[in-house]
Each structure stands twice: as C-alpha cells, then as structure tokens.
C-alpha cells in the first residue's frame, strides 16, 4: 500500500507564524501592520499538466514520424524482390541489300518475340524472406523508438516536476522568512529581540534567492527539453506539477534479465537482423546456381514462304564463381557472424543498464520509505517542539528558522527522490518493452 508523506499540519504552521506575529508585531501595537504581513497573495495557480497527454502529443515528434515511415518503405519491399523482373519484347526487321525489309528478298523478314529470365528456384523466395526479416527489424526499431523518446520525455517531465516542486516550496520558504524578518525587526525596535536575528533572517533570503534562481533555470531547461521532444516551436508553459504517486515496482532482477531478452525491441531487432543474415547465407549458395531465360518469338518472310516460330532457351553459367560467387558466400558468413556479435554486444549493454537502473529504483525506494517514515515525520515533530519552546521562551528565533529550513530541505529532497525513483522506471520501460510507471 502507498505510504504518503507526513508533513505539518496547516494549523501547525497558521499558529507557528500567529504566535511569532503576535509576540513581535504586537509589540509595536501595530495590529492592522501585523495583518498585513501574515496576508498571504492568492493568485489562482495554472491548471495541472498531465503526463498521459504530453506522451499522446509525442507522436509529432519528427524521430517518431521518420522511424514510421522507414519501416513502412521496409514493407514494400519483399513483394519487390519476390517478382520475376520484367519479360521483354522484341521487334525485328530483318533487311536483304537496304537497311530495312520491304520483301523485295526472300531472305528478308519481320519479327515480334517475348522473352523472360526465371532465376534459379528457390532464389525469388529466399530473397522475399530475407526483405521480411528487415522489415520486422524496421518493425522492432520503430517500436524502440517510440519507446526511447517515450522514456527521455518521462525523464524530462519528471525533471520539470522535481525542480518545480523545488521552486514551490523555495517561494513559500522565501515567503515565510520575508515574514520572520519583518518580525524580527519589529521586534529589534522595540527591544524585544537581537539583530543577530534580523541578520540571519536576511542572509537565509538572500540564500533562497540565489537557490530560486538556479531552480527556475533548471525548471525552464527541463521545460524546453519536454518542448522540444514534443515538436513545439513555441508552446504554451506547462503550468503547475501534477499529483504524483510512486509507481509499484515488484519485479525482481532475474525476472528483470529475463524481460530484457525476451521483450526488449532493440534486442530483437538484432536478432531479426541475425536471420535476416541466416537467410542471406542460403542466397549466396544459390548465387552458384544457373539463372535461365525463356523466349519466343514470330517471324514473317515474304509471300512465297511460310511464317516462322522460333523457341529459345538460355542459360547464365556462373563460369567464374571462385572470383564472384565465392566471395559473395564468404562475405555473407562474415556478416552473420557481425550480427550475432552485434546482437551479444547489445544483450550485454542492456543487461547492464537495466541492473543499474534496478539498483537505483530499490535504493530510491529505501530513501522515499526513510522520508515518508522517519526523516519528515521527525521533522515536523522537531518544528512543533521547538515552536512550543519559542513560546515560552526556552528556545530562539535561529532554532526555530532552522527547524523551519530543515523541513523545507527534505520535502524537498523527498520530491527529488521521488523523481529520480519514476525516472529509473521510466528508463527501464525501453529497455524491456513494459510500461512500469504510474499515468
């Protein structure tokens, strides 16, 4: 079952900052003034991005289109190579003492004639199972493309979600230690506090606003990467962050090593190149074989003779095989034992990506549990004790902004983990032909 993040409650923090209010500002008997700071500016936030619709939008990318249209040109061609090539017609005017006949000669004729060449059998077929082969490797890399840009938008989504999120709570900390400063000079002025307070609380501003501005780079980075693997050339921002669950991942690394080489596409890819070679190996066999031409042809002479018919047959001798057709055999043995190699190589790269992505979903997994069930949880019991303690005057302004920090530090690293956890998976989705993170 999900397990959630225990945070302070809104009435914990409503009542750390009354009380802070109420202690400094109240001092100066300016209550409308110390209204005026703990107002907060509501602005109505922008409507959520979905990750489902940015992944249907991804079919524009022009990667995506490319691969389509390179596996659809792969299956035009097994009907191509699989047809006998195109018969021939032949005209022949056959002249006695002029260049042309006009049968003032008996020796002269006219003559139509077709002719076809008819590989050896078995040549035609073999050549149609090798364009398939191809085109179900074409097959197999479109569907690991649609996969990759898949996977690289998720990262990149979940990137965006992390930093925004980090800006989030970087301008509601901002917002709360603009606070703490105003009350801590109101304080000073009226001799109820010390400037080391004041002090403090500006430098942790000045902090916040160095640290907001990296954040928001990175935000826009991560955003125009999403832009442009969606073909935007100008899209509209992506708004607020979503809701995000941690996906359930329940697959152990055998099980994993096992997916890889059975679902991966790019994995089968290779191995459909490694037939499509197989099948080549038996084509340069029949590359010793003869190839023939059949021919027929009609022939008119003068009126004084009958018509001739004339049948013929060919056949192309292979005559200098050990300089050709040896070759040809040998190089098609040379390029299955690359495929196969190639297919070994990739297994190999792919094992070991999908175990190093397994390490980092199980040790992302281990951290969000030490969040969600320690280090949060304790967090905000450390910030309600040291409120309490503010209150009676056991414990100071400097503890209680760290405590305040601290929480707002691993909230913060809780979402990063929390990304860095969806994007594992997410990088793991192509590697095994799964979907494995949450819509």
Do not use: C
Not at 3 to 29: D, N
Not at 53 to 69: D, F, G, H, K, S
Request: hydrophobic share 40%.
């Amino acid at each position: 079952m999900e397990r959630h993040v225990k945070r302070p409650s809104r009435s914990v923090i409503a009542l750390f900052i009354y009380s802070i209010a109420s202690q400094g500002l109240a001092q100066t008997g300016s209550v409308p003034e110390a209204e005026r700071v703990l107002a907060f500016n509501q602005t109505p936030a922008p409507p959520a991005v979905e990750l489902p619709a940015l992944v249907n939008e991804l079919l524009n990318n022009p990667t995506i289109r490319a691969a389509r249209y390179r596996y659809e040109a792969a299956l035009k061609r097994p009907s191509q190579v699989s047809t006998l090539r195109d018969p021939k017609i032949t005209y022949v005017d056959f002249g006695v003492g002029r260049p042309f006949s006009t049968f003032v000669n008996d020796f002269a004729y006219r003559g139509i004639g077709v002719s076809q060449e008819v590989p050896f059998p078995g040549k035609l077929s073999l050549a149609a199972e090798q364009a398939h082969r191809e085109a179900e490797s074409e097959a197999q890399m479109y569907r690991a493309t649609v996969l990759d840009l898949t996977s690289r938008l998720k990262v990149a989504f979940y990137d965006w979600y992390a930093n925004a999120k980090a800006v989030e709570i970087a301008n509601k900390n901002r917002d709360l230690l603009d606070r703490f400063e105003r009350i801590a000079r109101a304080r000073y002025s009226v001799g109820k506090g010390i400037q080391q307070d004041v002090l403090k609380a500006q430098v942790e501003i000045a902090k916040l606003v160095q640290q907001i501005e990296i954040l928001e780079q990175k935000r826009s980075s991560a955003e125009a990467q999403i832009q442009s693997l969606l073909n935007r050339e100008a899209g509209p921002e992506l708004g607020s962050p979503p809701q995000i669950r941690k996906s359930l991942f329940d697959m152990d690394l055998a099980a994993l090593l096992a997916a890889v080489k059975e679902n991966s596409p790019e994995l089968r890819a290779r191995q459909f190149v490694v037939d499509s070679r197989s099948v080549g190996i038996e084509r340069a066999r029949l590359g010793h074989r003869p190839d023939f031409s059949f021919g027929f042809q009609w022939q008119h002479t003068g009126s004084g003779f009958p018509d001739y018919y004339m049948a013929t047959a060919e056949v192309k001798v292979p005559l200098y095989f050990w300089r050709k057709q040896r070759f040809a055999l040998e190089e098609a043995a040379a390029r299955l034992e690359e495929s196969r190699y190639d297919y070994e190589a990739e297994l190999q790269q792919l094992r070991f990506m999908a175990k190093d992505q397994y390490l980092i979903v199980k040790s992302s997994e281990r951290l969000l549990s030490l969040y969600e069930s320690g280090v949060i949880p304790q967090s905000s019991l450390s910030l309600e004790s040291a409120l309490a303690g503010y209150e009676v005057g056991s414990v100071d302004f400097l503890t209680l902004i760290s405590n305040l920090t601290t929480l707002l530090m691993f909230e913060t690293e809780y979402y990063q983990e929390l990304a860095r956890h969806e994007q594992a998976l997410a990088r793991l989705e192509p590697i095994i032909g799964m979907e494995l993170t949450l819509p």
